[in-house]
């Protein structure tokens, strides 16, 4: 089977209530000894609740539901280009999807730590990664991050100031504040400091999404 276009595979991804959220030429970043090919990256979009709502993984009670419907979403999408696939969970050991997100051009680091992304801000959730032979056409990346140009929210909105740039992660202090009446809003609707960085609109996150997710990170 011919590797197929970007385009292609972004309007195959979008019926799966997926976004390809960067992409780029392993050998252009690690090296030759990379080969040819290209890694494409998939999470989700603002079709993903829709879609993800009506499957069986959501509906059978059983845990990891998201990890399960992305295995056989993604490994579905992937048999049907007749390409490779990875996940970023499943581990250890783990696949480098962090560092792909940053090769890709498309996700930096945000003023709060964590990956910001060009089109859904702080609400990354990379659900798979497409690795094709070939080294297909691929549009330039954005030249800087959308953080260049704002005023920073993220950094104000935790309220127990959780999350910085400079220092590690304030994980005792996060699940501890969820655990009470305050941290309500966060369990229901997600991260205060991802809700609060403007580009994050543009992953269209439901209340419902927001909570799912909440709930997995919490019980960990």
Do not use: N
């Not at 609740?49 to 059983?62: I, L, Q």
């Not at 990354?124 to 549009?139: E, K, N, Q, V, Y």
């Not at 140009?149 to 504040?177: I, N, Q």
């Amino acid at each position: 089977m011919d590797q197929p276009a970007l385009h292609q595979i972004e309007a195959l991804a979008a019926e799966r209530g997926l976004i390809v959220m960067g992409a780029f030429h392993p050998r252009q970043v690690y090296g030759p000894e990379h080969g040819t090919g290209t890694l494409v990256l998939l999470g989700t979009g603002p079709e993903f609740w829709s879609v993800f709502s009506h499957a069986t993984e959501y509906r059978d009670g059983h845990p990891h539901a998201v990890d399960r419907w992305s295995q056989r979403v993604v490994g579905g999408l992937a048999r049907h280009l007749d390409v490779s696939c990875s996940f970023p969970f499943g581990g250890p050991p783990y696949e480098p999807f962090i560092d792909w997100a940053l090769k890709s051009g498309r996700c930096w680091q945000s003023p709060v730590g964590m990956l910001v992304h060009d089109k859904v801000g702080l609400m990354i959730s990379f659900r798979g990664a497409l690795h094709l032979d070939a080294a297909i056409p691929l549009p330039a990346p954005p030249v800087s991050a959308p953080c260049a140009t704002c005023e920073a929210p993220c950094t104000v909105a935790c309220p127990v100031g959780a999350l910085s740039a400079e220092a590690p992660y304030d994980l005792a202090a996060c699940h501890g504040f969820l655990d009470t009446d305050a941290g309500t809003a966060c369990m229901t609707q997600g991260c205060a400091a991802r809700r609060a960085c403007p580009v994050s609109a543009g992953a269209g996150r439901t209340d419902a999404q927001s909570a799912l997710h909440m709930r997995a990170f919490h019980s960990t």
